[in-house]
């Protein structure tokens, strides 16, 4: 049997704020976050072959390099 090995890099990534933002307005920064996650972060992360592995509250956690692209590429994209 032969062994594969795949090189990922993991991103974790936090809403700087995210307590305070939903406390002066929940409704308001939870739709701001639906909109960025649906507009920006999930099709960049999905163009790059990542995907996400965990959600919290204002944070989530990616893996990426799937298919040959390098770990800085997979940083940049997923630092945008």
């Given amino acids: ?14 809403v700087v ?6 406390g002066a307005d929940e409704d308001r920064t939870l739709a701001r976050l639906r909109a960025l996650r649906s ?4 099709p960049t992360i999905a163009v790059h ?6 959600r919290t509250g204002g944070g989530a956690s990616t ?7 390098s770990v800085g590429q997979w940083l940049l994209a ?3």
């Fill in 39 to 42: 507009d920006l972060i999930d």
């Fill in 63 to 69: 893996a990426g390099c799937e298919g040959g692209e």
């Fill in 78 to 80: 997923a630092s945008i």
């Fill in 17 to 22: 704020g995210f307590s305070h933002l939903t």
């Fill in 1 to 14: 049997m032969t062994e594969r090995r795949n090189l990922a890099a993991i991103l974790a990534a936090d």
């Fill in 49 to 54: 072959n990542g995907h996400v592995f965990k």
